[in-house]
């Protein structure tokens, strides 16, 4: 079984930064494509920011694009959310997903898998 774990949430002002990590660990393969979601009180979970396993290619959503940047440790299941010029509506429980790839994926964001984290709280003040 996959786990997934985050951390590095917190309390932040407006124009702030904020350092999300995520770990995914176990399951049958060595390898995964991950990304990150929110959800906001009231709000439906939204697609945040991806990274394939080679790390060649990035996927943002375009409210965050230009203020958020995704990385990841080379050849390894963790992946970092560097968070800049933070704004109060970017309030929200941070989740991280980890999707099994294949060799012939290893360049792709497939699409959020079943592998969620806990959640992490970001909450940034105005």
């Known amino acids: 079984q996959v786990q997934v774990v985050e951390s590095g949430g917190g309390l932040v002002q407006a124009g702030g930064s904020l350092r999300l990590s995520c770990a995914a660990s176990g399951g049958i393969v060595c390898c995964y494509a991950m990304g990150w979601f929110r959800q906001a009180p009231g709000k439906e979970r939204e697609f945040v920011a991806a990274?394939?396993?080679?790390?060649?290619?990035?996927y943002y959503a375009d409210s965050v694009r230009g203020r958020f940047t995704i990385t990841r440790e080379s050849h390894k299941n963790t992946v970092f959310l560097q968070m800049d010029s933070l704004k109060p509506e970017d309030t929200a429980v941070y989740s991280c997903n980890a999707v099994p790839i294949t060799p012939d994926d290893t360049d792709k964001w497939p699409g959020p898998s079943d592998n969620w984290g806990q959640g992490t709280q970001v909450t940034v003040s105005s």
């Open positions: 990274i394939s396993w080679n790390a060649a290619n990035t």
